[in-house]
């Protein structure tokens, strides 16, 4: 079973719209989640530190549900500049200090 | 904004050859890592690295791998005889704790 699972997509969507990617985890021990957008052939970037009460970043918003070991993201207002590979990551306590990555979920906003 | 600087951008090796990455964490970083990315794959730790030694590895970093910080700014990673399956992109990253993790551009190694 993967670690960390993500829809592929791809997500095609017009500029302006709300967009939301969910992520499964399989580690219960999993203590700290991040999004990153990864550009094509592009490092990984941070996005945001997901946090168990939920947070928002501007036009970002990254929910957790421990119990049922989900993370989503949701874009609102979608940009142009939006379109790269969202990549849920998860830290594991008994891993120490390696992230896990997702393969990633696709964006694509259109005009 | 300070940012984590790699080189070469590419690399290009015949199989058998050892190739050196080089990183130069952002400086007031403690940890450090190697990742890989096979094209079309998803991102897979290799190593971390903390007061000066291995922290943890993956079961990738096998004998041929090694780390070093051969100096007070550049973190490298050696591969000592590449394979064909080795061609991937190589991310350094690093953190003032074990999260969260900056990563450079990458490393683009193509083995021969």
């Known amino acids: 079973r993967k670690e960390v699972e993500q829809d592929p997509g791809p997500f095609n969507v017009p500029e302006g719209a709300t967009v939301a990617f969910n992520c499964t985890y399989s580690?219960?021990?999993?203590?700290?989640f991040f999004w990153y957008r990864q550009d094509c052939r592009k490092e990984p970037k941070l996005l945001m530190s997901v946090y168990s009460s939920g947070n928002e970043d501007g036009r970002f918003t990254a929910q957790l549900n421990r119990a049922s070991q989900y993370i989503s993201l949701l874009i609102r207002d979608s940009k142009l500049s939006d379109s790269a590979t969202y990549l849920c990551?998860?830290?594991?306590?008994?891993?120490?200090?390696?992230?896990?990555f997702g393969k990633g979920t696709s964006l694509l906003v259109t005009p | 904004e300070p940012e984590v600087t790699q080189t070469p951008s590419h690399q290009v090796t015949q199989m058998g050859q050892e190739v050196i990455l080089r990183c130069v964490p952002i400086?007031?970083?403690?940890?450090f890592y190697w990742y890989r990315q096979i094209l079309g794959q998803k991102v897979e730790f290799l190593v971390s690295?903390?007061?000066?030694?291995?922290?943890?590895k993956s079961e990738i970093f096998d004998d041929q791998f090694s780390v070093e910080r051969p100096d007070g700014s550049n973190f490298t990673l050696k591969i000592r005889s590449t394979k064909l399956e080795d061609s991937a992109m190589y991310f350094c990253?690093?953190?003032?704790?074990?999260?969260?993790?900056?990563f450079g551009p990458g490393t683009r190694l193509t083995v021969l």
């Open positions: 400086s007031n970083h403690l940890y």
């Open positions: 690295f903390y007061n000066n030694e291995i922290s943890e």
């Open positions: 990551v998860v830290l594991n306590s008994n891993s120490g200090y390696a992230l896990n």
């Open positions: 990253a690093s953190s003032e704790l074990s999260t969260p993790q900056y």
């Open positions: 580690n219960s021990a999993s203590q700290s």
